[in-house]
């Protein structure tokens, strides 16, 4: 039997394999911070909802590679602090986010999540690592999904320019 025969959570972790899940685990701390900050900004409950699933999937997603990486002996990115609570009113109209450019960000935030689960699953060696990015990977398209649906509800999605006319020879 070879070294990565058996029991993939028993076989080592490749550098791609620990590079990516630990800047995966840092990116996912920066966007809790981020959106609990956002959450204080949010006016729109169905929003504010979406905020609070974000979060608590993205504190699903630290707790199991925090796991992952510690089981592996390694270290762990820095974390940043708990946002805390804050009002809406309390916070200056012109030095609030709205509504809008927070749904756009958390858009482009998994968007980019999509992309850094697929790049996992595509370089991991170890099936328990694929699994585990495919399983959040399938996490953030179904928010993607709620968020776009959101963004339509509410007029906040502005679309590139749609193409109506056909080709001409």
């Not at 796991?67 to 805390?84: A, Y």
């Not at 609570?85 to 200056?92: H, N, Q, V």
Request: aromatic letters at 4%; a negative charge.
């Amino acid at each position: 039997m070879g070294i990565l025969s058996g029991n993939s959570n028993d076989e080592p972790m490749h550098y791609g394999e620990v590079y990516g899940a630990w800047a995966f685990l840092t990116a996912a701390k920066g966007s809790i911070a981020g959106n609990q900050t956002h959450l204080n900004h949010a006016g729109d409950e169905d929003l504010r909802k979406l905020l609070e699933e974000t979060i608590q999937e993205g504190q699903n997603e630290v707790n199991q590679i925090e796991t992952l990486l510690k089981n592996n002996g390694v270290d762990m990115p820095p974390t940043p602090p708990e946002r805390p609570k804050a009002s809406l009113e309390d916070i200056p109209v012109g030095a609030r986010f709205m509504d809008q450019e927070i749904a756009a960000a958390l858009s482009t935030e998994i968007a980019a999540g999509l992309v850094a689960c697929s790049k996992m699953i595509g370089q991991s060696i170890r099936e328990d690592i694929a699994m585990m990015f495919e399983q959040i990977h399938t996490q953030k398209a179904s928010l993607g999904a709620k968020v776009l649906k959101l963004n339509k509800e509410k007029g906040w999605l502005i679309p590139p320019p749609l193409h109506h006319g056909t080709a001409k020879d």
